[in-house]
């Protein structure tokens, strides 16, 4: 998987880092920025996804599409496809191009919109990547974990840099008897949770 990465992959996975560290260093407003995880957080979701079991493979917090190469990676080890929701209209029109470019449309379904509108349209969820705005993480969790197959996968992203917004949510978790959960100090801190 990380062995043989495509060069279209590659290049558009390497433009994508300069811009993030371009976007964290100038002052780049918010809604602009990419946001992106860094590589070694792409590593990880790439691992969880290859071993996460059949199901929907989601991801919540597209932006450009960097973390969803990570997951595309997994998914052609796995003849498996995700679908990636991105809710800022400019995102995913960056994104469109990332996929295009990297030469993943076959294995990435990108939906412009809301996640939380569409969690009902899956039913058995294998794996998820949860990495959009911190005040809908406890909504998105609540709207996936009962869609979880047995031993699929959430993994959501800031479980460190955004401990005290996410605390409430990241300690429902831990004490959730429908998961085995674990904060794994991984980039900017992944929770993994795997349903029982
Ligand atoms: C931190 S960025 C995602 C970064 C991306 N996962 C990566 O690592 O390359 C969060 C993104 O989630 C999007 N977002 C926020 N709320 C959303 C929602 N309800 N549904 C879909 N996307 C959402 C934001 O517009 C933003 O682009």
Redesign the pocket.
């Known amino acids: 998987m990380f062995h043989n990465i495509p060069a279209d992959v590659l290049d558009r996975m390497h433009q994508?880092e300069r811009r993030?560290e371009q976007d964290r260093a100038d002052g780049t407003p918010r809604?602009e920025r990419?946001?992106?995880?860094p590589p070694e957080?792409?590593r990880f979701l790439a691992l969880w996804a290859a071993a996460a079991p059949t199901g929907a493979y989601l991801?919540?917090?597209?932006?450009?599409?960097?973390?969803?190469l990570w997951l595309a990676l997994a998914c052609r080890a796995n003849g498996r496809s995700l679908t990636t929701?991105?809710?800022?209209p400019q995102?995913a029109a960056l994104a469109r191009d990332t996929f295009a470019q990297a030469g993943v449309g076959d294995v990435v379904r990108l939906v412009q919109?809301?996640?939380?509108e569409h969690a009902d349209e899956f039913d058995e969820v294998g794996f998820c990547?949860l990495?959009?705005?911190k005040e809908?993480y406890r909504a998105?969790y609540e709207a996936v974990v009962p869609r979880l197959v047995a031993g699929g996968i959430l993994i959501a992203?800031?479980a460190a840099n955004h401990r005290e917004t996410l605390q409430p949510m990241l300690d429902a978790a831990l004490a959730d008897a429908r998961v085995d959960a674990l904060i794994v100090p991984i980039g900017r801190g992944e929770l993994v949770c795997r349903k029982r």
């Open positions: 994508l993030d809604l990419l946001r992106q995880i957080t792409g991801e919540i917090g597209t932006s450009a599409g960097y973390s969803t929701f991105e809710v800022l995102k919109g809301d996640f939380l990547f990495d959009a705005e809908i998105c992203d800031n």
